[in-house]
């Protein structure tokens, strides 16, 4: 596990940390060294066989967020479903901001769509801020597409919280939604099924997508109020 922080630390960049504790509120600055996301993906990769993953991974909570990352990027190249599942549950009582919680994406959730639907679900109701989102993340990551019903949109609409991270990921979710299941989707912000705040979020995330047509966003324009 050590040699896991030593190689974090050769990589780490002080003017970085500083950079990154801006955009993690809540995180002390001392908890940060520096190195970025796509370093520590290259070396998850370099050391997925390593031997000294498994107690990584067991010894919870870790020190550093960028452990925490790394953390979450061995959890995405799991290849066994079920032991995936009891690693995220593990791990996601230390998830404590947004970056970590959207760099886990395991790859094997793909695998076995009918199975995740039911943890997406559970974590859905989550009271736990990121447990939550990581449930709403992993719907719009898998269920929009050949999968989706339009329950799920239900499901996410009727998740009530005034915490800022659950909201954004709702708005993120509906702004995506929009993108692929627009008939459906825009019924939502037509009808005001959402709350104000995420209403106009998911309208102004809808418009910054180049994914939604110039036709969309102008009509999406008119709903803001």
């Known amino acids: ?5 030593k ?3 050769a990589m780490g960049e002080g003017e970085y940390a500083d950079f990154q504790a801006k955009l993690t ?3 002390p600055r001392e908890n940060f060294i520096g190195v970025r996301i796509p370093k520590i993906r290259a070396l998850a990769k370099q050391k997925k066989d390593d031997p000294q993953v498994d ?3 067991s010894s919870l909570p870790h020190e550093f967020y960028e452990e925490n990352i790394l953390h979450g990027c061995f959890l995405s190249q799991s290849k066994d479903f079920e ?4 690693l995220v ?7 404590d901001n947004w970056a970590v919680c959207d760099t886990m994406n395991p790859k094997v959730f793909a695998k076995h769509k ?8 559970r974590w859905m109701q989550s009271k736990e801020v990121y447990t939550c989102r990581f449930g709403i993340l992993t719907l719009m990551r898998y269920f929009l597409d050949e999968d ?17 991270y659950i909201q954004m990921m709702i708005a993120w979710f509906f702004a995506t939604a929009l993108a692929k299941q627009w008939d459906e989707t825009i019924l939502f912000l037509e009808q005001k099924r959402l709350a104000p705040w995420v209403h106009k979020k998911t309208i102004q995330k809808a418009k910054e997508s180049f994914r939604i047509t110039a036709e969309q966003k102008a009509y999406l324009e008119g709903l803001k109020a």
């Open 1 to 5: 596990m050590m040699d896991f922080l």
């Open 7 to 9: 190689e974090l630390y």
């Open 25 to 27: 509120p809540g995180i």
């Open 55 to 57: 107690n990584f991974l």
């Open 83 to 86: 032991s995936c599942i009891q």
């Open 89 to 95: 549950d593990a791990f996601l009582p230390y998830v």
């Open 114 to 121: 009918k199975e995740c639907l039911t943890y997406a679900k």
């Open 148 to 164: 989706y019903k339009k329950e799920y949109l239900d499901k996410v609409a009727s998740i009530s919280s005034e915490e800022y």
